[in-house]
């Protein structure tokens, strides 16, 4: 397809000027009258007409200010939320914008994949609770543990209450 190609004679100005390869116009309606192009190719030819947009320039100090090492998930929505205004202000090509984005996704999977590691492996023993050699409650329970003695200590209290208040 040929940008540029318009044939001045044609003298049907509700349509777009511009032939195709093999001569034929465009059917659709003008939108601006003074390239009198359609929407679709006066696009083409602004697009054209602007500079390519540099990939390659340095957006650290945008995109991390504070030096993050992207230890947290917050860390990652921080920096996403930066692209997001550099895309938006047309600093960040889409292109190089969803390469960043992917990358933030495999750290973000990644600090998912050490954390579910780091449970499964061997954490160090509690502690175990014995108390096989506390002397058995007073209750009949059976039940061994500071809850026995706690519960024998308030009947003890209730007990010695009531005494003194017969006395």
């Known amino acids: ?43 083409l030819i602004a697009a054209a007409s602007q500079p390519p947009q540099n990939d390659s320039e340095d957006l650290s100090a945008d995109l991390l200010p504070e030096l993050s090492e992207f230890n947290s998930g ?20 889409p292109r190089r914008a969803s390469v960043l984005a992917y990358i933030t996704n495999q750290l973000l999977h990644s600090h998912r994949a050490i954390a579910h590691d780091n449970h499964l ?9 014995d108390f096989s050699h506390w002397p058995d409650p007073v209750d009949g329970s059976g039940i061994k543990g500071p809850a026995v003695f706690r519960r024998a ?13 017969q006395s």
């Open 153 to 165: 200590a308030e009947a003890a209290a209730a007990l010695r209450e009531r005494e003194n208040s």
């Open 1 to 43: 397809m040929n940008l540029a190609s318009a044939k001045p004679s044609s003298t049907d100005h509700s349509r777009c000027r511009h032939y195709t390869a093999d001569g034929r116009r465009c059917r659709l309606a003008v939108l601006d009258t003074r390239s009198h192009l359609c929407f679709r190719h006066s696009a």
């Open 74 to 93: 917050v860390d990652i929505n921080k920096f996403l939320a930066r692209l997001l205004v550099l895309v938006t202000k047309g600093r960040v090509s």
């Open 121 to 129: 492996q061997p954490q160090q023993p509690t502690p175990l609770l």
